[in-house]
């Protein structure tokens, strides 16, 4: 079973960025899907979730708006499509199947100038 997720950076404020999930070893497609991050010194949080078959979205406030989950059962993957980002979304990201426990190995997303 595994979890991968891609995409970090650096990015400027204000920028944008995508990161991808990539899930094997188990039927992607009839969980519900998250994406969680962790900034320095924090508990980690919920960033946004998306359910199984009907992609019904849910998000944080703080990323509402800004951001936007998708996935494709077809190719076991989840994206997190990442707008106007500020320097308080800094932190690693990481993919997660909360029915099955399933942690990615988190990705790092640094906002800067």
């Known amino acids: 079973v595994q979890l991968q997720e891609s995409g970090p950076g650096l990015v400027q404020p204000g920028g944008s960025l995508r990161l991808s999930c990539a899930a094997s070893?188990?039927?992607?497609?009839?969980?519900?899907m998250t994406w969680y991050r962790q900034a320095p010194g924090k508990e980690r949080e919920l960033v946004a979730g998306?359910?199984?078959?009907?992609?019904?979205?849910n998000y944080a406030d703080s990323v509402k708006g800004r951001f936007i989950i998708s996935r494709d059962n077809a190719l076991n993957t989840m994206d997190l499509q990442m707008n106007s980002l500020k320097p308080e979304d800094t932190a690693v990201y990481y993919c997660h199947c909360p029915g099955r426990g399933y942690w990615g190995q988190g990705t790092q997303v640094t906002v800067s100038s």
């Open positions: 998306i359910s199984p078959v009907r992609g019904i979205t």
């Open positions: 070893g188990f039927t992607f497609s009839m969980y519900y």
